[in-house]
C-alpha cells in the first residue's frame, strides 16, 4: 500500500541534531549472511532448545483447554530477551527455524481426529457429534508456537516485538536466510494473528502537521521510500497547507506510525509528481474554492512486519472519510501513482527479442527506424543499455519518438500483463481490488532518477469513483475484471494493433 502500492523499506532522510531512533528498530535477520552459520556451538544450540522448551507452553489436552493455565509471563518475557539478545543473521534464523519445525502441529493428532470426523459422515452420526469430532480437529490443527504468540501479545510491548520478529521472518524468507514450508507456515500463522490485533477497531487516524512531535515527523520522513524527503524544508511543504498527511497507529503502541498516507489538495487531477512534492515555500492559507480534488500521492508501510496485514485499504477509506467531511467541495478523488516493475519488464522483452535474430514485435517499422537514427544502431542492445543507465532522456528527440510505443505498452503491462488472472503490477492489483478506475497513464510524469530507471519516468492515476467502488472491487475480485477509461483502452487497442506479442 507505497507509492500506493507497498513501500517496505524506510530509508533515514533527516539527520542533525533533531535525528531521532525509530520506533520499532529492529536488526535483521538478513543481515549478516555472509558470516558462516555453521560456526552455531553445540553450547548455543542446546541453549536455545531448552528456552524454547521452557517458553512454548504445550497445547492442553481438548478436554481441559479451558481450564489450562497460561504460562507465567516471566518466560514469556525471557523469550524476549532471549531473542533481542541474539545477534543478527544465522542465530535468530536458527531461532527462528527451531520453533517452526519444533513446535507446529502435531501431525499424528492432525491425522487421528481427520479419521474421526470422516468415520462421523461415514457412519451418518447426529449433527452434534460430527460438529464436536470437527472442533476437535480445529483445535489439534493449531501449530503449538500460536500459543507463544498469543501470550506475548498480551505481554507489555508484545505486540510491538511481535512485529519486530515477523519482520525478520518476512525478511529471512525473503534473502532465504530462513526457509522451508515449516517457516513459511509460522510466517502465515503470525500474519494471520497480527490482521485480527491490527484491525481498524484497534486503529487510530491521526494527522501530522508542522505542529506534530519532532519524534513523529523524523519517522514520516524515514518512511518515504517512494519520493525522498530532503530537509525539513521539503518536510514541511508535504505537511503545510494544500497538503494532508495522514498515519494509523495502534492503541498498544501509541504515537507509532504504522502506514502513511500523503495527499495533495488541488484544482485538477495531478499529471506529474514534481509537481507536488517541487521544493517551494509553503503558503500560509489555503484558498478553499481551488480545492476540488483530492490526490494520493504516497502511503508507505512503516513496519515491515505488517506486509500483507490489509492497512492500506482501511487508511484510504478513512482519509476519503475525514477529507469529505473537512472538504466537502472535494469530488474528485484519485492517486498519482508509480509504475515499478515497467522498465524491468520492458528491457526483459528486449532481451527476449535480441536472442530470436533480432525481431522487432514492440515497435512501427517507422518507430523502429526513427529510433535506429538517433542511436545510431540497428539492434536492441543500444535500447537496453539507454534505458538501463537512464540516459536516453537527455535526447529531447528519443524522448519524443519513444513517447507513443512507451505509452501503449505501459498501457498493455498494467492492463494486459496478469499473474493468476488479476493485475501483475502490484500498484495496480492494490488500487483495482479496492474498486479504482485505471483512468490516466501520464508521459514523462517523474523525471527523478528513481521515477525514469523504474517506469521510464510514466506514471498513473487510479481514480476513485466513491458511488462504484464497491461493485468495481466485486468484479475485480470475482471475475476480473479491470475497470479502465478509455485512454487505457485505447492505448491497449493501439497495442494490440501495433505489436505481436
Not at 492489483?429 to 532518477?449: C, E, K, Y
Amino acid at each position: 500500500m507505497s507509492h500506493l502500492g507497498w513501500a517496505l523499506c524506510p530509508r533515514p532522510l533527516l539527520r542533525g541534531p533533531w535525528a531521532v531512533p525509530r520506533g520499532l528498530r529492529r536488526v535483521s535477520v538478513a543481515a549478516g549472511l555472509c558470516r558462516c552459520s555453521a560456526g552455531t556451538s553445540t553450547a548455543s544450540v542446546a541453549g536455545m532448545e531448552e528456552l524454547l522448551s521452557r517458553s512454548v507452553p504445550p497445547l492442553p489436552p481438548y478436554e481441559t483447554k479451558e481450564k489450562a493455565p497460561p504460562p507465567a509471563e516471566l518466560r514469556s518475557a525471557e523469550f524476549v530477551r532471549y531473542y533481542r539478545g541474539l545477534e543478527a543473521g544465522p542465530p535468530r534464523a536458527e531461532l527462528l527455524t527451531r520453533l517452526a519445525r519444533d513446535f507446529g502441529v502435531d501431525h499424528g493428532r492432525v491425522a487421528e481426529f481427520s479419521a474421526k470426523v470422516l468415520q462421523a459422515r461415514e457412519q451418518q452420526r447426529e449433527l452434534g457429534a460430527l460438529l464436536q469430532a470437527e472442533d476437535r480437529l480445529r483445535y489439534y490443527l493449531n501449530p503449538q508456537y500460536r500459543g507463544l504468540f498469543q501470550h506475548l501479545g498480551r505481554l507489555e510491548g508484545g505486540l510491538r516485538f511481535l512485529v519486530e520478529l515477523r519482520g525478520d521472518l518476512v525478511e529471512g524468507l525473503a534473502s532465504k536466510a530462513v526457509d522451508g514450508p515449516h517457516v513459511k507456515e509460522m510466517n502465515g500463522v503470525l500474519k494471520n494473528m497480527l490482521s485480527e490485533w491490527f484491525s481498524t477497531g484497534f486503529l487510530s487516524l491521526e494527522r501530522v502537521t508542522w505542529q506534530s512531535p519532532c519524534e513523529v515527523l523524523q519517522k514520516i520522513s524515514d518512511s518515504e521510500a517512494v519520493h525522498p524527503v530532503r530537509n525539513w524544508v521539503d518536510m514541511k511543504r508535504r505537511v503545510g497547507s494544500y497538503r494532508r498527511c495522514y498515519f494509523f497507529s495502534h492503541c498498544a503502541i501509541p504515537g507509532e506510525p504504522l502506514i502513511v498516507l500523503h495527499v495533495a489538495l488541488t484544482s485538477d487531477i495531478s499529471s506529474s509528481i514534481q509537481a507536488i512534492v517541487k521544493e517551494v515555500p509553503p503558503l500560509e492559507t489555503e484558498d478553499t474554492d481551488k480545492i476540488t480534488t483530492a490526490i494520493f500521492y504516497s502511503i508507505s508501510l512503516t513496519q515491515q512486519g505488517l506486509q500483507g496485514v490489509e492497512l492500506g485499504t482501511y487508511l484510504i477509506k478513512r482519509v476519503v472519510k475525514e477529507l469529505q467531511k473537512e472538504l466537502p467541495q472535494i469530488k474528485a478523488f484519485s492517486t498519482l501513482s508509480p509504475i515499478p516493475g515497467f522498465t524491468k519488464w520492458l528491457v526483459g522483452l528486449l532481451s527476449s527479442q535480441a536472442k530470436e535474430l533480432e525481431r522487432n514485435e514492440l515497435f512501427t517499422e517507422s518507430e523502429w527506424q526513427e529510433i535506429s537514427q538517433i542511436t545510431g544502431d540497428t539492434t536492441t542492445e543500444t535500447l537496453k543499455k539507454i534505458l538501463n543507465n537512464n540516459e536516453w532522456v537527455r535526447s529531447e528527440k528519443l524522448v519524443q519518438v519513444l513517447h507513443s510505443p512507451f505509452m501503449r505498452l505501459c498501457a498493455w503491462y498494467l492492463y494486459g500483463e496478469k499473474h493468476r488472472g488479476y493485475a501483475l503490477n502490484p500498484v495496480a492489483n492494490f488500487h483495482l481490488q479496492n474498486g479504482s478506475v485505471m483512468w490516466r497513464i501520464n508521459w514523462m510524469a517523474d523525471t527523478s532518477p528513481r521515477g525514469i530507471a523504474a517506469s521510464c519516468g510514466m506514471m498513473v492515476n487510479y481514480r476513485y469513483f466513491l458511488e462504484d467502488t464497491a461493485s468495481n472491487s466485486a468484479a475485480y475480485l470475482g471475475s476480473k475484471q479491470i475497470k479502465a477509461s478509455e485512454q487505457v483502452l485505447s492505448l491497449v487497442s493501439q497495442f494490440q494493433q501495433n505489436s505481436k506479442l
